[in-house]
DNA sequence: ACTAGGTTTCGAACACGTTCAAAACCTTTC
DNA sequence: GAAAGGTTTTGAACGTGTTCGAAACCTAGT
């Protein structure tokens, strides 16, 4: 990979990089579990920073020391839907090799780990939807993320009995995550008793996403699958120049 | 439909309905003219309300007695966009019945409207991303102009010499639609020279849509054709719950 | 001309995200 | 234990989006 990973800044004095001492390492803890009972109680725009102090036992300062901005407290929300997201596939994947299951189970996996953060979810992708943002799921910040999140569609696919076509099997991955990313997109917008809609947008997509996959092996198809894969090579990250 | 409109407030007196009088009328384009010039010269954040009343010669109470906030002033360039693309649509169209041609045009007609908003345009993105937000693309504020930009596409495909399955020739249209959105989020992260890599998107993704929509009425993919269809017209506005 | 009722304009005041210089605290070294 | 040097904590102060009550202005009716 040629991926130009720019030297990250290895004497850099940010207390987020790793935890120095285990008290400060608690009051980093203390200031966003506060953050998050504040954000699922009165939204995101209803908690000042002045509260989520207030409520961790610590002065606004003493918050930003920790983070460097009110959005940057989400963070921890963002980590929170990876990682339950693929504890939960552990078994699942376990349980089935069919395609299509695994591939339901793992957005309805995420869809569980995000419902009681719906309401502020709106306003933490729209931030992150800015391309400077750190919290954008294409930056460089949330590449681990990322990349976890592509791990576990791969996962997904070695798992399961189907021949993915040579030509898509590399990109595969990819184009699963950016297909959950749609999902998620949806989920944000969707007001609907217990996010019905979205679940409806999976049960219909799932099959044809897995049919999609069966076919990209099929003579007439085969071009579109191979410029498919081209095409995420080509425009891999947008952001670098 | 059931949805629970919750009477758009026949009496309320908004300044933002129509023109009461012409000097109001003016006023409000001083404000919208200097905002908009402010931000392509600082750009949205570095734009100041106070900066944008003092260039409109007005004070900053009189700025929120038209606009009801920052994001709002916004409105006037998306007004602009899909305006700028249906007057270089009309040649266009003129021009060519080919389909790929007309859909590649119409594209890089948006990007030559928005090219001078692009710094910006990733904060209006952004906060139009947000579901409860009036700017979004999908509530029922911009639904004009949504409803603009998707009959420039059903033009798109009237005038062009393709056939469309019987299935997909309804849903077409808003299909392009989504496909342009996708375009446009692509753009708004676009940070290569003159936008470089998007327009390279577009040189790809257009023959590849082109082919798409050919195949769609082959056997093996119509039903596909099919449930793309249904599933639109399903989930057609995430929001009405 | 004067008044009444609505529209438009004003700018001081407010709320909240964020910064910063100084203090408190902790660890290590002598 | 005292000093030195780093880390953590504090809260007052700042900038900016937004609100609000009052003033200025306009129009129409008498």
Known sequence: MTTPEPTPDAAAPDPADGPRTPKSERTRQQIVAAALTLFREQGYQGTTMRAVAASAG?????????????????????????????????????????????????????????????????????????????????????????????????????????????ELAATLPELLWLYQLGVVLYWVHDSSEGTARTRLLIEHTVPMVSRLVRLSRLPVIRPLSRQTAELVGLLRGPRAG
Chains 1, 2 share one sequence.
Request: with cysteine; proline share 5%.
């Open 58 to 166: 610590v002065s606004v300062g003493n918050a930003y020391y920790y983070f460097s901005s009110k959005e940057e407290l989400i963070q921890g929300f963002y980590d929170q839907m990876v990682t339950d997201q693929a504890a939960a596939c552990v078994e699942l994947f376990a349980a089935s090799t069919d395609f299509a299951s695994r591939l339901r189970g793992a957005l309805l996996a995420w869809l569980d780990a995000a419902e009681p953060y719906h309401e502020f979810a709106g306003r933490f992708f729209a931030t992150a939807a800015q391309p400077d943002n750190p919290l954008s799921p294409f930056s460089q910040a949330s590449s681990p993320a990322r990349d976890a999140s592509i791990a576990l569609y791969r996962e997904l696919i070695g798992g399961a009995r189907v021949t993915v076509g040579d």
